[in-house]
């Protein structure tokens, strides 16, 4: 699939943001439509200056090292390889496409060095291992509220699941306004630069999930 998505070289650009999270599913391919939005967004990324982090191995998480070295950019990719869970992460293999493989001992500790690396987030289709990233991601900013890491949901659908659970559960006021729902790259890159003016800094405590905040690479 020939991509649409044109690179824009840093202008105005990011004042706080040096970094975004890409969350997404293993398996899905080159030519698909989520790959292709995952790739066009972090080529979109790159083009603006940022590094972006993924969990390393395949599907969208390959998209998003794929755009960001197609953008000129950085790609760092957070693994772990368990010798239990067999069924873990397609292929177990990480991208070709990375600057930097961090490996991480466990789930747990690899889903916080996601969050402790990303500036804010952006969390495509998944399964799961999305489900449980994004729940962590929403969960702290609801926490730190003010000073928090924003989220940026792509796909009409997440629409369908935020009304179920803010109907059925416990959701703050604050919990609805730490993320925005886009549906397309270009609405992806307006929500992060108008969250990133809107930012304050991270809350100290996120350093506390992970102290590697020097892993991200500086151009």
């Not at 824009?8 to 989520?34: C, D, K, L, M």
């Not at 449980?132 to 730190?144: N, T």
């Not at 729902?181 to 100290?204: E, N, T, Y």
Request: aromatic share 10%; hydrophobic share 40%; net charge positive.
């Amino acid at each position: 699939m020939e991509h649409r998505v044109r690179v824009r070289r840093r202008q105005a650009g990011f004042r706080h943001f040096r970094s975004v999270t890409i969350f997404g599913w293993s398996q899905s391919q080159p030519g698909e439509e989520v790959y292709e939005a995952a790739r066009d967004v972090a080529r979109l990324l790159a083009g603006q200056g940022l590094t972006v982090v993924s969990g390393g191995f395949g599907g969208e998480m390959e998209a998003a090292a794929r755009g960001a070295k197609e953008g000129g950019g950085k790609a760092i990719g957070v693994t772990f390889y368990p010798k239990l869970a067999t069924k873990f992460e397609a292929g177990k293999q990480a991208s070709s496409y990375l600057d930097q493989e961090i490996v991480t001992g466990n789930y747990l500790e690899r889903t916080l060095k996601l969050i402790a690396l990303g500036d804010a987030f952006i969390c495509f289709n998944g399964g799961t291992g999305t489900i449980s990233e994004w729940g962590m991601a929403w969960g702290l900013a609801r926490i730190y509220y003010g000073r928090h890491k924003p989220l940026i949901m792509y796909g009409t659908f997440w629409k369908d699941i935020v009304r179920v659970i803010e109907r059925n559960m416990h959701i703050r006021p604050e919990e609805k306004k730490v993320y925005r729902i886009v549906s397309s790259p270009s609405q992806a890159i307006r929500a992060l630069l108008s969250l990133d003016r809107m930012h304050k800094g991270s809350h100290p405590h996120y350093a506390l999930l992970m102290p590697e905040r020097d892993f991200v690479l500086r151009r």
